[in-house]
C-alpha cells in the first residue's frame, strides 16, 4: 500500500510497514472501519496486453475455452507471491503532547509464497504434461517450497518519543499481536529425480517431499471449516523513526498546519512480521520419500479436490501405502522482512520518499515476502493527499502504482499500468480503505446569546 503508507496521516494502515507513524501524528484519534489490501504476482504466467482482457472480462466478452494465460519458459526459477490484508475496526489515540500513542487492531491475513520452482517442472504442470522438448530427458531438481497461511490478528501498539531536541525527535513503537491460525500448508522439497516417458507415463528416480497442512482434509469449504481455529501464535513489528529540523506547530491538530513545513526528512527503520504460528488441530505431515524408481502411469488425469486425496495419490505412487500422513503438530513463520523508509520534506504538502523492504527468510517453514524497493512523490494536506510511485518488485519487476486520500477514503494500487490493461498482466494489486482522523472528541456546543432588557 505504498500509496498510504508512507504518509503521515497513515494511522491503521501504516503500522503494518512502521508502527512508530502514529507517534507525534498530525492528530489526536484515528477510527479504521474497514480497509482491504489484496495482492498476486508470479514470473511464470501472463496474460498479453494485446488480449484487452479486463476489459473483455468486465463486459463478458471472453468466450468458454479461450485462451487467457501464457507462460514465460526459460532457465530461470520461478516464483509467485500472494496477500490479502483485511483491517477491521481499529483505532489509534495519539497524545502528542504527553509523548506517547496506542493503537488497538484486529485484522484478517492470509499470504502465500511458492519460491524456487524449476523450469521444467513448471511448465509439465501448464502444458498438462504435454510438452515433446521435454520428453525422455532426466531432471535433477534443486530445493523448491510452497507456503499457504491465514490467520486472524488482534494487535496492539504502543509508540513513545524517545528523544525530543528543538528541532529533532527520535520516536519508536512496537506491536505486539496474537494470531488465531485458520489455515497452514507447507510444501519443502529438497530434491527431486524424474524423467517423462510421454504426456502420461513419468518415472520417479528419487523424491525427498515434505508436506505439512492444517485445514479440512476433505476439501469442505463452509465458513465454518474456513475459519476453523487450527493453532496459536504471536507476532510482533518493531519501528522506529528519527525527524530532522521537526517544526512542531505542523504537528498541530488543524487544517492551519498544513501550510507549515512539517521536517526537513525523517528516516525510519522496522522489523516486520516477526512470529509463528503453531498449528496443532486437524494438523498432519507426509513425508514423500524414494531412493528407488517408482513408475507412475495416467499422471496426465490426475483430479483431486483435497488435500486429503493429494496425500492419499502420492502415498500411493511414491510411499507404496495407502495414505502415510501422520497426525502431528507443526508451526509455520510469517513473512519476516527489514525495512528502511526515507521521506523529504521539499515544500509544505510536498514529500518524496524512498522505501526498502527485504525479506528475512530463515526457515523453510516460512512464508517468504517478496522484497521491493520503491520511490514516490506525494502531495499531503488533512483532508486529501495524492501519491504517485514506482517500485520494483523483487529488484527485477518494475511497476508503476498511485494512491489518494480524500476525507474517510483511501483508494490505490501499485500496479496501475496493469489494471489498465497497459502493460502484459502478471500481477494485480489493489487496496482501499475507510477510516478518519480526528483532532479531539469533544462535543461542540452552539454558543448562547444572552439577552439585554431595558
Request: glycine letters at 10%; one cysteine or more; hydrophobic letters at 35%.
Amino acid at each position: 500500500m505504498w500509496g498510504i503508507s508512507n504518509s503521515n496521516f497513515s494511522g491503521n494502515m501504516g503500522i503494518f510497514l512502521n508502527p512508530s507513524t502514529i507517534v507525534a501524528a498530525p492528530y489526536q484519534y484515528e477510527f479504521n472501519f474497514i480497509s482491504v489490501d489484496g495482492f498476486a504476482s508470479n514470473t511464470y504466467v501472463y496474460i498479453p496486453k494485446s488480449s484487452n482482457f479486463l476489459v473483455r472480462s468486465a463486459t463478458g466478452q471472453i468466450g468458454n475455452g479461450e485462451q487467457s494465460f501464457y507462460d514465460i519458459y526459460n532457465t530461470n526459477l520461478q516464483s509467485g507471491y500472494g496477500h490479502l490484508l483485511v483491517i477491521g475496526p481499529s483505532v489509534v489515540r495519539n497524545r502528542k503532547d504527553d509523548g506517547w500513542s496506542w493503537g488497538i487492531h484486529t485484522a484478517y491475513r492470509h499470504e502465500m509464497s511458492v519460491k524456487d520452482v524449476p523450469p521444467s517442472l513448471a511448465k509439465f504442470i501448464y502444458s498438462k504434461y504435454i510438452y515433446p522438448p521435454l520428453i525422455n530427458q532426466t531432471f535433477n531438481t534443486s530445493a523448491f517450497s510452497a507456503a499457504w497461511l491465514s490467520w486472524g490478528e488482534i494487535g496492539g501498539t504502543y509508540g513513545r518519543v524517545l528523544m525530543e531536541k528543538e528541532n529533532e525527535i527520535l520516536k519508536a513503537a512496537i506491536t505486539v499481536n496474537l494470531l488465531l491460525g485458520f489455515e497452514g500448508l507447507s510444501l519443502n522439497g529438497n530434491n527431486m529425480n524424474y524423467t517423462f516417458l510421454d504426456s502420461s507415463s513419468a518415472v520417479i528416480h528419487q523424491m525427498d517431499v515434505t508436506i505439512s497442512h492444517a485445514l479440512s482434509t476433505d476439501g469442505s469449504s463452509g465458513v465454518g471449516d474456513f475459519f476453523t481455529i487450527r493453532g496459536f501464535g504471536a507476532s510482533t513489528t518493531i519501528g522506529g523513526t528519527y525527524i530532522h529540523h521537526w517544526n512542531r506547530g505542523s504537528g498541530d491538530c488543524s487544517a492551519a498546519a498544513d501550510d507549515i513545513k512539517k521536517y526537513q526528512y525523517r528516516l525510519g527503520v522496522s522489523l516486520m512480521d516477526f512470529g509463528m504460528i503453531h498449528f496443532s488441530n486437524q494438523a498432519q505431515i507426509i513425508n514423500v520419500n524414494t531412493v528407488t524408481d517408482r513408475p507412475w502411469n495416467h499422471i496426465d488425469t490426475i483430479k483431486f479436490h483435497s488435500v486429503g486425496q493429494l496425500d492419499t495419490l502420492l502415498s500411493n505412487n511414491i510411499n507404496g501405502t495407502v495414505n502415510s500422513a501422520q497426525n502431528h503438530s507443526f508451526t509455520m513463520y510469517l513473512p519476516t522482512a527489514i525495512s528502511l523508509q526515507f521521506d523529504y520534506c521539499f515544500a509544505p504538502r510536498w514529500y518524496g520518499n524512498v522505501s526498502w523492504v527485504n525479506r528475512i527468510y530463515y526457515s523453510n517453514m516460512e512464508i517468504a515476502r517478496g522484497n521491493q524497493i520503491e520511490v514516490a512523490g506525494r502531495y499531503e494536506k488533512r483532508s486529501f493527499e495524492a501519491a504517485l510511485d514506482l517500485s520494483l518488485f523483487e529488484y527485477s519487476q518494475p511497476a508503476v502504482g498511485f494512491g489518494i486520500r480524500y476525507g474517510i477514503f483511501v483508494f490505490g494500487t501499485d500496479r496501475l499500468l496493469e489494471l489498465l490493461n497497459l502493460t502484459d498482466i502478471r500481477s494485480f494489486d489493489l487496496f482501499f480503505g475507510f477510516k478518519m482522523n480526528l483532532c479531539d472528541m469533544k462535543k461542540r456546543q452552539k454558543g448562547s446569546c444572552p439577552a439585554y432588557k431595558d
